[in-house]
């Protein structure tokens, strides 16, 4: 996958974990995972598949920059 096709897919990581936690903590209200605080540790989770998916892309070097 190219460098911005796993940026994008961090940040869409992020905002569906942002989304869950929100829910899980019953601030997002409109859902069966209102409420639950188990949504609330999956966002978590999936928010930080998210970071190290940006951090590693953003850091990684290329073998033309070496």
Do not use: C, E, H, Y
């Amino acid at each position: 996958m190219k460098k911005w096709g796993v940026i994008a897919l961090g940040v869409i990581f992020n905002i569906i974990g942002i989304v869950w936690i929100l829910q899980g903590l019953n601030v997002l209200p409109g859902s069966f995972m209102t409420g639950d605080i188990t949504w609330t540790v999956i966002g978590f989770i999936v928010a930080a598949i998210g970071d190290i998916l940006i951090f590693l892309s953003v850091t990684k070097r290329s073998n033309s920059q070496k």
